[in-house]
């Protein structure tokens, strides 16, 4: 027995649309957030999968709407990234003033789901704050980086 080229294409797409059936249904669940890495991997992945399915078989408005599912799910992991990025780097900065005890720009972030989510606090008098108040500034008081 063997197995054609188009077999093998078949089987990829209802591995694609599998995964992106199974990220709506763990979002729909509750069990995986919309803005969850899990999440943002399986729709990009399945509908890339789809896209060259659509694309081989010539199924034109298929392959249109997974190019705009691809893009979106691009341009979610990569704020997804920046967010986790600019976490590290406030990380990094709050640690260099506890170390040193001198706060001048300490960056927090409010560690919510939401990936452009954090705050920017600046410090610059001597009689302002410690440390640890400035991370525990209540929300209405922070400043969002996505703005």
């Known amino acids: 027995m ?76 990569r704020t997804m990234a920046r967010a986790r990025r600019a976490e590290r780097a406030a990380a990094a900065q709050l640690a260099a003033v506890q170390a040193t005890g001198e706060p001048h720009a300490v960056a927090v972030v409010d560690g919510s789901a939401d990936p452009t989510a954090g705050a920017l606090v600046a410090e610059t008098s001597a009689d302002a704050a410690s440390v640890s108040d400035v991370a525990e500034l209540p929300r209405q008081e922070r400043v969002d980086l996505a703005a």
């Open 2 to 77: 063997t197995i054609s080229l188009l077999t093998v294409i078949t089987a990829l797409g209802w591995v694609g649309a599998v995964a992106v059936v199974l990220a709506y249904g763990m979002v729909s669940k509750g069990r995986w957030t919309a803005d969850s890495l899990p999440f943002q991997l399986s729709n990009f992945a399945g509908a890339a999968v789809m896209l060259v399915i659509a694309i081989t078989n010539g199924i034109w408005p298929s392959a249109l709407s997974n190019v705009a599912a691809v893009i979106i799910g691009a341009a979610a992991m």
